[in-house]
């Protein structure tokens, strides 16, 4: 039985369940809750991190063939998911650099010879699933490049401007690309067509699509369906709306996470800045929507700078919370070695690879994601609960725990030194220190001294 048509009965059963059980208790049906998320998220998402691939810059050589020989490096250090940046053709007409955009794509069934071809991405494919590991690829649905044969093929699934002419998308510096109509139902076959091939013939274990918000929500969800009629595929969105969650998306961007460690860092916040971000997070958005925690990217390596740039004394708290703290963690190619550069976006700049801690942190945290329980991803995982401190402007402390695994963990997320105490007994027991394996036992006396842009994380499994 397809996926699809197994989760919709699973469905149907539930619902007639609720339904019959009501009536039982004489309860009106119409008022009973129903989940927001209707999607099945892959088993194998459950305690997954994420890691994005630029394949121009990963390796030296920028091809699938190289990258493939780093892939036990990538399962060693713990990540599940490969995030590779779109691999197709790139336009000439209106390209930007040397080597172009790879957002901006010439034929959406095609391999851009730079990185290798079908065969070898396949292989690369192959050799990520053999691991264990599951590969997404980086979708641009919403426009193509200005030579994409689609554009003298079918100019009726182009947008128009006031002036009757192709546009880019507007009040954006996106002169490579022009912009697709989606009121088209030709447009919404053939790019559903050209996702499933990808899936079906390549193996691609799902997508990221870029500017998610830009395309029709109904286009998604029926993708979404169609999709999941092949095999359980991870969707992953660049955007940052609760709606994409229901039908279409197993996780969405978070940027409020990202803008609000950069400003605490950069001295325009406190640590109070972030209850006000798991405020909104926890009320507003549905449990099982999974949001994607980053510090860099793609883009915010290439315009903002790097995450010593960014973050610079709170990074290695900004980088634990990440991953402790709810939601999905990424790595961006090149933060594990401690990358010092902007990566060139247009151009070829490949990463100096070298072992650095901040590897090394990642790896014993993803470690410990996949171990306890309590830092799962979506509904398998547990809500963070704040535990008061006496010094809230400056540490922001929490718990995370079920019937069988529990973390507590506090940042001081300032330039001083913080002597605390706590409030309540959430966090009572007895745990083991993340960083030195000691065995403590947390009671209400606990005082905790915490050096500047420091945490403590206390761990029971």
Not at 69 to 88: A, F, N, S, T, Y
Not at 163 to 184: C, M, N, R
Not at 347 to 369: E, M, S, T
């Given at each position: 039985?397809k ?18 059980y009501?009536?039982a ?35 030296p ?73 599951h ?31 192709f546009?880019?998308?507007i ?13 088209q ?18 193996g ?128 961006y ?49 547990s ?34 030194t ?5 409030k309540?007994?959430l ?35």
């Amino acid at each position: 039985m397809k996926s699809t048509a197994l989760t919709i009965l699973i469905i149907s059963l539930a619902c007639g369940a609720v339904a019959e059980y009501c009536k039982a208790e004489n309860m009106d049906p119409r008022y009973q809750p129903v989940p927001y998320v209707q999607l099945e998220h892959p088993e194998w998402s459950r305690n997954a991190a994420i890691y994005q691939i630029n394949t121009r810059q990963f390796t030296p050589e920028g091809t699938f063939a190289a990258a493939e020989k780093e892939l036990p490096r990538l399962q060693r250090l713990g990540v599940d998911i490969i995030w590779l940046m779109p691999v197709q053709e790139i336009g000439l007409k209106n390209r930007k650099g040397k080597l172009g955009s790879p957002y901006s794509i010439r034929d959406y069934f095609s391999v851009n010879s730079e990185f290798g071809d079908l065969d070898s991405l396949k292989q690369f494919v192959a050799a990520a699933h053999d691991l264990g590991l599951h590969v997404i690829l980086d979708w641009v649905a919403n426009h193509t490049a200005w030579d994409n044969p689609l554009v003298e093929e079918h100019p009726e699934w182009y947008a128009r401007d006031w002036k009757g002419e192709f546009h880019s998308p507007i009040w954006t510096d996106w002169a490579d690309v022009v912009t697709l109509d989606y009121s088209q139902p030709g447009l919404r076959k053939y790019m559903t067509e050209a996702m499933k091939f990808w899936v079906a013939e390549v193996g691609m274990d799902g997508f990221r699509c870029d500017v998610a918000g830009l395309v029709p929500l109904d286009f998604w969800n029926n993708l979404r369906a169609e999709l999941d009629g092949i095999k359980p595929v991870f969707m992953l969105a660049e955007w940052e709306t609760r709606d994409l969650h229901a039908h279409a998306f197993d996780m969405t961007y978070t940027w409020g996470f990202n803008n609000t460690l950069h400003q605490i860092a950069q001295g325009e916040g406190d640590a109070r800045s972030l209850h006000f971000y798991y405020f909104e997070k926890n009320n507003s958005w549905p449990h099982d929507a999974m949001r994607m925690t980053f510090l860099s990217n793609h883009d915010k390596n290439a315009w903002d700078g790097t995450q010593f740039e960014l973050y610079g004394a709170a990074l290695e708290n900004a980088i634990v919370l990440s991953v402790v703290g709810e939601g999905m963690p990424l790595i961006y190619n090149g933060q594990e070695a401690g990358n010092t550069k902007r990566l060139a976006f247009f151009d070829k700049d490949p990463i100096v690879w070298r072992d650095h801690p901040i590897g090394d942190l990642y790896g014993r945290l993803f470690r410990l994601k996949k171990k306890n329980t309590a830092l799962w991803n979506g509904r398998w995982g547990s809500q963070m609960i704040p535990v008061s401190n006496t010094a809230p402007a400056s540490v922001f402390s929490f718990v995370r725990a079920n019937d069988k695994d529990k973390i507590f963990a506090v940042f001081n997320f300032s330039p001083k030194t913080q002597s605390v105490t706590f409030k309540e007994s959430l966090y009572h027991g007895d745990y083991q220190d993340f960083r030195s394996g000691e065995s403590l036992s947390l009671m209400k006396d606990l005082k905790l001294k915490l050096e500047p842009w420091t945490y403590r994380l206390f761990v029971q499994n």
